[in-house]
């Protein structure tokens, strides 16, 4: 496939075509795509037996999210390629293993505690030093979470140490 691009005449649109970064979003985007299709299958929840909004909003409104940043993304990729590497940096490890930790510790302890852990961690290892910043995060992010799913969609969390707290 190499040899193709460095040929001379060769169409520059395939080539783009053929890059990785063109590939990667193709595949998130029609899966999401596909995804969005059906939830429009969804129920419709009657009002009287609805909290916050209907079960079809949320996912609808994520995979367009999901669409908009992938093709936000490769845009910017066009103008500024992703550079090759050979290994991934440690952080990316320590990233999925912070997600191993937020599901213990939100499974057996409490979801906000969990939700904390994750943002320090992650927030730590991919560069950020300063002790008021890790903690701001580690509240602030938990805070916000609570709060859009608390009263924007109207869903409890499970119980658990701050939960029982709150709901208490």
Do not use: C
Request: charged share 10%.
């Amino acid at each position: 496939m190499n040899d193709v691009h460095n040929e001379k005449g060769t169409n520059k649109s395939l080539s783009l075509f053929f890059k990785s970064s063109f590939i990667v979003s193709a595949v998130i985007i029609v899966i999401s795509s596909i995804l969005l299709y059906f939830t429009f299958t969804f129920d419709i929840v009657p009002p009287i037996l609805n909290r916050g909004i209907q079960p079809a909003t949320f996912p609808k409104a994520l995979l367009i999210l999901i669409i908009t940043l992938t093709l936000l993304t490769y845009f910017i990729s066009l103008k500024k390629p992703w550079k090759s590497e050979k290994k991934l940096p440690n952080s990316f490890y320590i990233t999925l293993l912070s997600f191993v930790v937020f599901i213990t510790v939100s499974k057996f302890l409490d979801f906000f505690l969990g939700i904390a852990l994750l943002s320090i961690i992650v927030s730590y290892f991919w560069g950020e030093r300063r002790v008021t910043y890790l903690i701001m995060v580690s509240i602030i992010f938990p805070l916000i979470v609570f709060v859009f799913f608390e009263t924007i969609l109207g869903l409890r969390f499970p119980p658990g140490i701050i939960t029982n707290l709150y709901y208490g």
